[in-house]
């Protein structure tokens, strides 16, 4: 019974930090993206 509830809790918490990670990711993902549009911008002479 302990050694279950012991997989339990590895598949619980691994998703999590895995999930958590990705969002990282992305969130690091869209500062670089809106980082080369301002800069496109800023090249793009302005009428």
Do not use: C, H
């Not at 691994?14 to 301002?38: C, I, N």
Request: aromatic share 6%; proline share 4%; glycine share 6%.
């Amino acid at each position: 019974v302990y050694g279950r509830q012991g997989i339990t809790v590895e598949n619980r918490s691994g998703p999590r930090r895995s999930s958590s990670k990705d969002a990282l990711e992305a969130q690091t993902r869209m500062e670089d993206f809106w980082k080369l549009m301002l800069e496109l911008q800023s090249l793009t002479p302005q009428e």
